[in-house]
């Protein structure tokens, strides 16, 4: 047996069957999608075999006793059902690949004394309590239907007969084929050219639970889920308002991705509806699973290190953004809403920042303020002091650092870009390993490798509290976008202070600056209200106390400034009668 099997190793031999290939191409039309049916082929050839006598069994028709059965397409609209059952029926096996896709249900029955019908959905989007209690009990009863004399007989079974909240009508087959993939019964009758659609959708989903991104302490521990009709009633929970509008589209052609364009009428701009709504409406591609891959789409441009799109898994602060004049756009699938326009003050803001007094806050805020600051420019200034600036340095710090890098071999460059690339590698580690492992791994990881690198004598200390310091003030930014654009920005600035010290450094700043005075999100400059100057709005860094926001930020143009009226604090009354809000 080991004879053999060395043999087979050292020695050729030519396979009995010729192995797996996977081509390019290995015939005409191998690669093509399957083509969608046309109902009117479809029905000329029932029109056809009837006339003939030809195959009868395929198209076995049952005498019905509603409405009159035209046996002729002449007047067949493209796209549009038939009145002829069977042909709907074959029209929609043929669409839905019947019988090779299994998980597609269609139910056929008499429906009482008035003629056949076909009901059509999709096992495990419907809740089949629905179809069982309230759907085909009521149309196989005759009794529903003895009322019936004329007029319009859908519009009677949807009156009278079928016992849902949720019934609309469509004679459109794409409609009807995105309905049904999205969970709703199609019922088909025969002798009508209209289809109903009932509620039914009933698939699994999770549960709302805590924000895992943008946790607070003081506020709502409520967060979106992946299900857009969930997403849709939290909006709704807290926005309860007749002008907030959400209009449907689908933003994708292959697995039919349906997004909402939430706002509030007489608060958003026009404008910029309209440009939200342009921008969603040109899109011509196969899949989007989620925001992030809308937001590619649809943001002003792509080559941007900074988010020009902001998205949240709050509904409370989705809510504060529609309040504000923007746009909402929600997705199915992710459990993240987008707001736009934005600018970079959006991104430093936190829902935490209006529960709280105006003075937690405000200090909030220039804490986070100092974090940005700190993650992106503490390495480069670290290297361009410690490479061309010593002048700088406090003689027995110079001493310190000197001391401790005796044993270093590396150049400060080199020692500081390897412990950022291993700090990046341990946080990334953490994110990925599930459950209690990551946190373990990213704290001991990160003393363990720390304290080995400098008893090895790889890094100095001194550079480790750098590297920690960096670290931990990126933490603090509340926008993982903006954050993981931070991270990335800082090595760009560390190689500029590498190479040109505080020149360099200086060099950065201004290019940073140019960057984003130049950016606008949705017609928005990236730094208003500051660059340009407008109308600040009290809102900005400083927190002034919520009494004195009278105004909406002029960022949006808001069709509606006043977000409350001048005297907020109606119950401070002073002496003469009137109110004192501006005495605090």
Not at 118 to 144: E, R
Not at 171 to 176: P, Q, R, T, V
């Amino acid at each position: 047996m080991i004879i053999k099997g060395v043999k087979n190793l050292f020695i050729y031999k030519e396979p009995d069957k010729q192995p797996f290939e996977l081509l390019e191409k290995d015939e005409e039309g191998v690669n093509q999608q399957t083509p969608i049916p046309d109902i009117e082929e479809i029905s000329n050839q029932y029109n056809k075999d009837n006339k003939s006598g030809g195959d009868q069994k395929k198209y076995k028709r049952t005498p019905v006793k509603v409405g009159e059965i035209k046996t002729t397409a002449d007047s067949q609209e493209k796209g549009v059902l038939s009145d002829q059952l069977l042909v709907n029926l074959e029209y929609m096996k043929q669409r839905f690949n019947l019988p090779l896709n299994q998980d597609v249900v269609i139910r056929e029955f008499n429906m009482g004394n008035s003629g056949n019908a076909f009901l059509m959905f999709i096992d495990g989007m419907i809740d089949n309590s629905i179809i069982n209690q309230f759907v085909i009990p009521q149309l196989s009863d005759t009794k529903n239907f003895t009322n019936y004399k004329d007029g319009n007989f859908v519009d009677y079974i949807i009156r009278n007969v079928i016992s849902v909240n949720q019934v609309t009508k469509s004679n459109n087959l794409d409609d009807i084929t995105v309905d049904v993939l999205r969970g709703m019964t199609a019922l088909f009758v025969d002798g009508e050219k209209e289809c109903i659609l009932i509620g039914s959708i009933g698939f699994e989903k999770r549960s709302i639970d805590k924000p895992l991104t943008e946790s607070i302490i003081q506020g709502s521990q409520e967060a979106f889920t992946e299900d857009l009709k969930t997403n849709l009633s939290l909006l709704r929970r807290s926005v309860k308002n007749e002008n907030f509008i959400i209009e449907m589209t689908q933003v994708s052609k292959t697995n039919r991705a349906s997004c909402a364009i939430a706002y509030l009428k007489g608060i958003a701009n026009p404008r910029l509806l309209d440009e939200v709504k342009r921008r969603v409406n040109s899109i011509d591609t196969d899949l989007i699973l989620g925001g992030g891959m809308l937001e590619q789409l649809i943001e002003d441009s792509t080559f941007m290190l900074f988010p020009q799109i902001m998205q949240t898994e709050r509904p409370d602060r989705a809510a504060s953004f529609l309040l504000e004049g923007k746009v909402l756009l929600i997705t199915e699938g992710t459990p993240f809403v987008m707001a736009v326009p934005i600018t970079l003050f959006h991104l430093l803001h936190s829902s935490e920042d209006s529960l709280l007094r105006w003075e937690y806050g405000t200090f909030l805020r220039l804490i986070r303020l100092i974090g940005v600051l700190t993650a992106l420019f503490l390495p480069g200034l670290y290297i361009a002091l410690t490479q061309y600036h010593h002048e700088m340095i406090p003689t027995q710090l110079l001493l310190s650092i000197v001391k401790s890098r005796l044993s270093v071999p590396f150049p400060v460059f080199i020692e500081i870009l390897m412990l950022e690339i291993s700090f990046e590698l341990i946080r990334e580690g953490g994110i990925r390993v599930p459950g209690v492992i990551g946190n373990t791994l990213g704290i001991v990881g990160a003393l363990i490798l720390g304290q080995a690198a400098v008893a090895a004598g790889f890094v100095s200390p001194a550079l480790i509290i750098i590297v920690a310091v960096t670290g931990i003030s990126s933490f603090v930014i509340p926008t993982y976008s903006l954050s993981l654009s931070i991270r990335i920005l800082r090595f760009i600035v560390l190689i500029f202070g590498a190479v040109a010290g505080f020149y360099g450094v200086s060099l950065a700043i201004i290019g940073l600056a140019l960057v984003a005075t130049n950016m606008k999100s949705f017609g928005v400059p990236f730094l208003s209200p500051i660059a340009p100057k407008a109308v600040t709005g009290h809102d900005v860094i400083i927190r002034y106390p919520t009494w004195e926001q009278e105004k909406r930020p002029d960022a949006t143009n808001a069709l509606n400034q006043s977000r409350q009226g001048p005297q907020a604090r109606g119950w401070k009354k002073s002496k003469g009668g009137d109110n004192n809000d501006k005495g605090r």
